[in-house]
């Protein structure tokens, strides 16, 4: 789901991207890129979207089929709504799943896109280390 909105919002969005045209979102808060532009598109907010629902429609009706799962999110995420990942964490521990979760505290800034090439390299050091970590491997 997209941070901030509600969730009838974002199956209102989902179905209205998927069936007009495609359209840029341009985000000046993005990072120039030389490979992409800056933003989304709206066809690809529909995927997102989309592909977000079926996940929970697997989820409602099975395990996942990995052994273990971790979810790793930041409290400073404004693109995707973490409830979202927290709900989904909890129906697969549900269903028997061993999930792991961690959140990186919003006080530590971690952007949503963490380990794009852009984003800064402590930032991305921190979150790589902790996904290491959180593996059992060491940085």
């Given amino acids: 789901g997209i941070a901030g909105m509600p969730s009838f919002v974002d199956t ?12 840029d979102l341009y985000n000046p808060g993005e990072p120039e890129r030389d490979w992409g532009y800056r933003g989304e598109a709206s066809r690809g907010v529909a995927e997102f ?12 009706a099975s395990a996942p089929a990995a052994r273990d799962v971790y979810l790793v999110t930041t409290a400073s995420d404004d693109t995707a709504d973490n409830r979202y990942a927290e709900e989904l ?46 593996l059992g491997e060491a940085p």
């Fill in 89 to 134: 964490a909890e129906m697969w521990r549900a269903s028997g799943a061993n999930v792991t979760t961690y959140e990186f505290d919003a006080s530590l800034g971690v952007p949503h896109n963490s380990i794009d090439l852009t984003t800064d390299p402590d930032k991305k050091a921190l979150v790589y280390a902790k996904i290491l970590e959180l």
């Fill in 49 to 60: 979207l989309r592909f977000g629902k079926g996940i929970f429609r697997q989820a409602d």
């Fill in 12 to 23: 209102f969005l989902m179905n209205l991207f998927a069936r007009l045209p495609n359209v």
